[in-house]
């Protein structure tokens, strides 16, 4: 029998063989990709002098494909990397792992869009692996000590963002025109439509129709949520999941993949249902892989829990609950941490009757997210650290992504920004909202210098509060300190996430416009 060095060294050598096939197969497909780009230019040209939309839909089908062909490769690198490292002692986050779930995720958003669908829905899953491939980026750049190839998979990660974010910018090309790209005729998608499921966030636990319950005392089906899921995606018959966590606390780390659709997890109320982890980037996890519970699965809803992140205030980057679900409802929950306490990751997203504490970025991510009637507190930080509610992670102006933030309350227990540019087109709104007396009158803050002060988009409108007055806000180009109430409504439930289209079918209290 060979012994297990030799069978390390055999299998990174395989590995390094692949990595020179990928890299060759990419080298060339890249001058294809070039040549392609230009065509698509080209394309895109020529379709301002054609009606035809066929045509139009073709080309830009056929630069999603090129896109998809890149992720497969990608994938298999990756795939091949995680199978050389399994023997190798490595520290606890591997973000090759990272890199494999989100390419998961994006090769299944590109085969939807294969497929005719909505525009809105096109927009908002190319957006979504454009960011997919920035947080693969970003946990190699995090954790570069802890793998010896991570620079070849960066390498083939650029690649792959290069492609999409050309298919991002033909669709937006085209979608700016007055016809739609795709078919007038299509209907958007609802990950929840039975008549029995309309009333699923209002009904009493009586009234629902439980798949498991979850109850540490052994009364329940399950234990823990983590068994809960298995036995579930196990036993799924393709519609909604729901899982009763009975009051209690529950030290574990949950993830939903994106194949696990259609969750709903009910708890029996904030402070009495919790669910808590650790995970930090401190302790040695990619910001990623630090999250207490995520949600990767279209149509996740949560209701009646909390989701914390105990890791500690020195702890660096520490997730309490990270969603990158289309189409996902948090309600009537809690979501407590430090340092990043919530990863609004990807996707359209609404928050709802939700209590969000935390103090460095504590909202961020790049997702379309809306929060409403949610009670926002940035808690003390440590000695020498600044709060700042929100780092919107927005890096195409093609993105549909940004945060909003409408009739809410927002105070603080010491001095705190509104928010600061994660990303070079970062984009936050805050509209109809009590700002406390501890918000900085400049309001916003920079990341780093003049960056992204130019190209992000910040607004406000109709605040009130101590904290609301706009005569010492800052004088960026890209902040808007009144904006009208047409720009207003393009950041509403209706403008921004189509929530009009999906939300009445989970049940939750929600405004479609602007709060009268």
Not at 25 to 44: D, E
């Amino acid at each position: 029998m060979a012994s297990s060095s030799s069978i390390s060294n055999h299998r990174i050598t395989k590995t390094l063989m692949t990595l020179l096939i990928i890299n060759f197969l990419y080298q060339t497909q890249t001058t294809s990709a070039v040549t392609n780009s230009n065509s698509n230019s080209h394309f895109s040209r020529f379709s301002r002098h054609r009606s035809s939309s066929s045509k139009t839909k073709q080309g830009f089908l056929a630069s999603v494909q090129e896109s998809m062909n890149h992720a497969l490769l990608a994938r298999s690198l990756a795939f091949n990397l995680t199978l050389s490292h399994r023997t190798a002692q490595v520290h606890v986050a591997d973000p090759i792992h990272d890199c494999l779930e989100l390419l998961d995720d994006t090769l299944e958003m590109l085969s939807r869009i294969t497929s005719s669908v909505a525009d809105e829905d096109v927009h908002t899953w190319l957006s979504a692996t454009l960011t997919n491939q920035d947080t693969c980026e970003q946990s190699l750049q995090e954790k570069s000590n802890s793998h010896k190839h991570g620079i070849a998979m960066d390498f083939v990660a650029r690649n792959l963002s290069s492609l999409l974010t050309n298919s991002l910018e033909l669709f937006v090309s085209v979608k700016s025109k007055p016809r739609r790209l795709l078919s007038e005729n299509e209907q958007f998608p609802r990950f929840v439509t039975s008549s029995e499921e309309r009333r699923l966030l209002e009904a009493s636990v009586e009234e629902l129709k439980i798949d498991a319950v979850v109850a540490a005392d052994g009364s329940g089906t399950h234990k823990t949520v983590g068994e809960a899921l298995l036995a579930s995606s196990l036993a799924s018959s393709g519609g909604r999941t729901v899982i009763h966590l009975k009051a209690g606390t529950y030290k574990e780390n949950i993830n939903i993949p994106t194949k696990q659709k259609n969750v709903m997890l009910v708890g029996d109320g904030k402070g009495i249902t919790v669910i808590v982890g650790s995970r930090s980037n401190g302790g040695g996890y990619t910001t990623y892989k630090t999250a207490t519970v995520a949600a990767m699965g279209d149509g996740f809803i949560a209701r009646d829990i909390t989701f914390v992140n105990s890791a500690g205030p020195s702890s660096e980057q520490a997730v309490a609950l990270r969603v990158g679900a289309d189409k996902s409802v948090v309600y009537r929950c809690s979501v407590e941490g430090y340092q990043d306490s919530l990863y609004t990751h990807s996707k359209r997203q609404f928050y709802r009757d939700t209590d969000i504490t935390g103090t460095v970025d504590f909202i961020f991510g790049n997702s379309a997210a809306v929060f409403q009637s949610c009670n926002i507190v940035a808690r003390k930080p440590l000695s020498g650290q600044t709060n700042f509610v929100t780092a919107q992670g927005r890096s195409n102006p093609g993105q549909n992504t940004g945060i909003s933030i409408q009739n809410c309350k927002i105070t603080a227990e010491s001095t705190t920004y509104l928010g600061r540019p994660w990303k070079e087109y970062s984009r936050t709104v805050v509209m109809q909202s009590f700002l406390g007396g501890s918000i900085h009158p400049s309001g916003w803050s920079p990341w780093s210098g003049g960056f992204g002060l130019k190209t992000l988009f910040y607004g406000e409108f109709g605040n009130s509060g101590p904290g609301s007055s706009v005569s010492g806000r800052v004088k960026w180009t890209g902040y808007h300190s009144s904006l009208t109430v047409k720009e207003a409504e393009g950041f509403t439930v209706a403008g921004f996430i189509d929530g009009a289209m999906w939300l009445p079918s989970t049940g939750v209290s929600f405004d479609s416009g602007l709060v009268k």
